[in-house]
């Protein structure tokens, strides 16, 4: 039995001449929770759905828990929440997730009753009103995204696939799937996300995986990456208004090669070759009242801007080509 | 397998369990029946004006047979209001028809019927009037005139006046009979050409009703997003598949409800209806000797001898033709559903299927003319319109062995062709937002589908 629960080799997709996704190979242990980062049209959605034999790809190889991914019954093992969403609008809650629980092989006994348990978690069911025998096109946006995050996890799956999950759901909602997401792991489940919100990522991922153009980045864990990325970045902050005294230091490209100025506060990246201990002279010098100096662990967000830049977040090719 | 019995499942119960369908199912036989004997309860069946004898007859022959003609028109259709004869000199018929004219104009009577000396001697007679487009009437009118010269004549060879008055009562019904290679086969004709007149029709209907169930069945997983997930958990070759076969046995469970409700309905309801529509049925029948089922509409004729049997194999076919038929147009209007993003564009993008179903019915007038004909033959044997004319011809002629399975071969063919380019087309479209493609993205589609 594979320790991974993805294994992603060499793969490539093309569609006429638009690379979508170019030789990405990535290993995703099992029991962990993993985020697929990169702009819009980087490929997330296209590497995604080819995890779930949606599409197949050129060339490369695609292992699921140490077997070929078009294994029959394997999808059976994967829960998948897309990022374009929705529901048979006329059915019946609790008959359209008997049908996706069915399609997934659960039987209808065992699906009926996870149905009352999950509605009754979500509060979809509750002494006034159960929900699960409206239609679907009854329920607010807010409940139709709670039926649809059931559907994704009715049959218990081993790895869970979430595309962009965080897009489009209300603050109350997004809570839920955070707390959701944590009890997964800790349930010992595999799950991997896309997403392009670096902070989400930052706060709930194992370890990462940054693809922009079709092409994988980096990848690795995130405290890894982070570390890897360390010693380049300088946080500081300034007592008054100061502002204009230091800004010839931090404009000095020999020194700074990039500013993220959020006004008295400010994310220096050092230069090639430069020292922070130089930055930190130059800048005392200048008379400004230091409040802050501090040598940082990038966040992903800034990792991500540095290694992907301005140039991966171009073309806003979206991944359903 | 398993999957696909779980989305037949789905679109098979969804679809029996909606209102529309239980409406239409229940409703349907009702609205047959009503097609059916509505001619006999909006008057007789053979479409006559019921002030047809409410004409100037204009004699100019010199003989009398106008006289003759007036009294036949009157007791022909004693309801309508009496004809008017004018008897004038040869030279004057033109004033006199000029006269009748400006009286049909001011809607003084209905027409007018011109005797001259060339329908003496057999030849013609005029009629004008606001009827005068209406075959039916006109052929009824040149009937009785005819009779009443032939009546002349007979007279003026001498034969007694009595026994030409009986003579020129004769009145003839076809009673038809259809021989087929095991002998007579029961059910007359037009029993039989109302019966593949309505079986062609009805595999038309449901081919276009649940040939456009699935495609906006197609198109609302494609616009609500949900075949992103379903897609996930099966192929989407098991989805189409199991979508087909879903909707397909709505539509035959549908047909069977229809059929036994309607055989319900003709032995309880269809005796009522007919019963009383009679004296209308008879009156047009009036002079005919009794025991006989003079002029007795078609619809009615049908329901009274009972359908005609249809043998086993003609079953066979006509169940072959019509899943065969519903396959080859349903995969292509899943291709349509899942090759468009909205409402607007599917009416458009469905056109071409559309026009490929409706060149079937548009021939099924000429072709139950002419049924032996070069039309008939081939719209009969052409893949698109065989499940559908094919049952219309094999009803009015015998249709040889081997037109009939070329027929089913050639659609069998053409079903395996569309489900393949439908698949991949569906295959690709389904998750493909956006414009709709082109006809050259569509060829590019079918060739790269996995």
Request: a neutral charge; hydrophobic letters at 45%.
């Amino acid at each position: 039995m594979s320790d991974l629960a993805i294994d992603i080799r060499n793969v490539v997709k093309r569609y006429g001449d638009h690379l979508a996704v170019g030789d990405l190979t990535l290993a995703v242990p099992r029991g962990t929770v993993y985020g697929l980062l990169g702009p819009n049209g980087a490929g997330k959605t296209t590497t995604i759905r080819m995890l779930l034999n949606i599409i197949v790809p050129d060339s490369g190889t695609i292992t699921l828990f140490g077997a070929s991914h078009r294994a029959p019954g394997i999808t059976d093992r994967i829960g998948y929440l897309p990022e374009e969403r929705g529901l048979y609008k006329k059915m019946q809650v609790r008959r359209v997730l008997r049908f996706l629980a069915e399609l997934k092989g659960v039987s209808p006994r065992v699906a009926d009753q996870r149905i009352d348990e999950w509605l009754e978690r979500l509060e979809l069911r509750t002494p006034e009103r159960d929900w699960g025998l409206a239609k679907v096109d009854e329920l607010s946006r807010g409940m139709q995204q709670k039926v649809q995050f059931i559907g994704t996890l009715l049959h218990e799956p081993d790895l869970v696939i979430l595309d962009e999950p965080f897009s489009g759901l209300d603050p109350i909602n997004a809570q839920a799937l955070k707390d959701a997401i944590v009890e997964l792991k800790s349930r010992g489940k595999t799950v991997i996300f896309s997403t392009h919100l670096m902070d989400n990522a930052e706060r709930l991922c194992d370890s990462v995986c940054i693809i922009a153009r079709g092409r994988k980045v980096l990848d690795g864990g995130v405290a890894e990456v982070r570390r890897a990325h360390s010693g380049r970045m300088i946080a500081l902050a300034l007592e008054g208004d100061d502002a204009s005294r230091i800004a010839p230091v931090i404009g000095d490209r020999a020194l700074v090669r990039r500013v993220d100025d959020h006004n008295r506060y400010y994310e220096l990246e050092l230069a090639d070759g430069a020292e922070a201990q130089e930055v930190l002279r130059r800048v005392v010098a200048t008379g400004a009242a230091v409040q802050r100096f501090e040598l940082v662990l990038p966040s992903l967000h800034q990792i991500f801007l540095e290694r992907v830049g301005a140039r991966g977040v171009e073309e806003g090719v979206t991944g359903h080509g | 397998m398993g999957k696909l019995v779980v989305v037949f499942k789905r679109e098979y119960l969804e679809r029996v369990r909606s209102k529309w369908f239980i409406i239409g199912t229940v409703l349907g036989p009702v609205f047959f029946l009503l097609v059916a004997v509505s001619p006999r309860l909006f008057g007789d069946n053979e479409v006559r004006s019921k002030e047809l004898a409410h004409v100037d007859v204009i004699d100019g022959t010199g003989t009398g047979l106008g006289a003759r003609v007036t009294a036949a028109l009157h007791e022909t259709y004693p309801l309508s209001r009496a004809p008017n004869l004018r008897v004038v000199r040869p030279e004057l018929v033109p004033a006199e028809e000029e006269r009748s004219t400006l009286r049909v104009q001011h809607a003084d009577v209905l027409g007018y019927l011109v005797l001259d000396s060339a329908t003496v001697a057999g030849e013609s007679m005029g009629y004008a009037g606001r009827n005068a487009n209406a075959s039916g009437d006109v052929e009824a009118l040149r009937g009785i005139v005819r009779q009443q010269v032939l009546a002349e004549q007979l007279g003026r060879e001498g034969i007694d006046a009595s026994k030409v008055a009986a003579f020129s009562k004769v009145r003839l019904v076809a009673h038809t009979q259809k021989i087929g290679d095991a002998g007579p086969e029961r059910g007359t004709g037009i029993a039989l050409l109302l019966l593949g007149w309505a079986v062609a029709l009805l595999l038309y209907m449901m081919i276009v009703i649940y040939g456009q169930t699935i495609m906006r069945g197609v198109m609302e997983e494609k616009t609500t997003r949900v075949a992103e997930v379903v897609v996930s958990s099966v192929s989407t070759d098991t989805l189409l598949a199991g979508k087909i076969v879903g909707v397909g046995l709505v539509a035959i469970t549908q047909v069977m409800t229809w059929i036994v409700l309607t055989i319900l309905a003709m032995y309880y309801g269809a005796p009522l209806l007919i019963g009383r529509a009679g004296p209308g049925l008879v009156g047009s029948g009036g002079g005919a000797p009794s025991g006989m089922p003079a002029a007795a509409g078609a619809g009615a004729e049908a329901l009274a001898a009972g359908l005609p049997v249809i043998p086993l194999w003609a079953m066979i076919v006509l169940l072959l033709c019509f899943v065969l038929g519903f396959i080859f147009y349903a995969s292509l209007f899943a291709a349509v559903g899942a090759m468009v993003n909205s409402q607007e564009d599917v009416q458009q993008a469905a056109t071409p299927v559309m026009l490929l179903l409706v060149s079937s019915v548009i021939f099924m007038g000429p072709i139950i003319a002419n049924p032996e004909g070069t039309l008939a033959r081939t719209m009969s044997l052409l893949p698109t319109s065989a499940p559908i004319l094919m049952p219309l011809r094999m009803a009015l002629v015998r249709v040889p062995w081997y037109e009939l399975v070329g027929a089913m071969l050639g659609v069998l063919v053409s079903c395996v062709i569309s489900i393949w380019l439908s698949a991949r087309i569906y295959r690709v479209g389904l998750l493909m937002y956006g414009k709709r493609p082109t006809v050259r993205e569509l060829v590019r589609w079918v060739r790269e589908a996995r």
